[in-house]
Nanobody, 126 residues
Framework: QLQLVESGGGLVQPGGSLRLSCVVSRFPLDHYHIGWFRQAPGKEREGLSCISRSGGVTNYVDSAKGRFTISRENDKNTAYLQMNSLKPEDTGIYYC???????????????????WGRGTQVTVSS
């Protein structure tokens, strides 16, 4: 079964930046669309961004547009989420997930994702 491991979370001040990584193992990354999700304290998990298998298509939800950038390096089996201008409301556990479907485009709907990492904590606080 596909395995995903997130890293790069931590404590950052408002306005700061973090880059999250998602390393995929056991199967080639280019077989999957990749999504990043966040679960804030007391809230449901929400999709933030996704990137298609080839990297040619990316999508962002409004709260991530202009601040977050998703990318992938298939030869390294790694996907990334660069987060800039972080706000306290960005605090939460961040998950990457893999969608094995044959659709040409990725989506930020969690139902499409079959494989999930365990998450990495991001805390934005002064």
């Amino acid at each position: 079964q596909l395995q995903l491991v997130e890293s790069g979370g931590g404590l950052v001040q408002p306005g700061g930046s973090l880059r999250l990584s998602c390393v995929v193992s056991r199967f080639p990354l280019d077989h999957y669309h990749i999504g990043w999700f966040r679960q804030a304290p007391g809230k449901e998990r929400e999709g933030l961004s996704c990137i298609s298998r080839s990297g040619g298509v990316t999508n962002y939800v409004d709260s991530a547009k202009g601040r977050f950038t998703i990318s992938r390096e298939n030869d390294k089996n790694t996907a990334y989420l660069q987060m800039n201008s972080l706000k306290p409301e960005d605090t939460g556990i961040y998950y990457c997930a893999a969608d094995p479907s044959l659709f040409s485009e990725c989506v930020t709907w969690s139902m499409r994702y079959d494989f999930w990492g365990r998450g990495t904590q991001v805390t934005v606080s002064s």
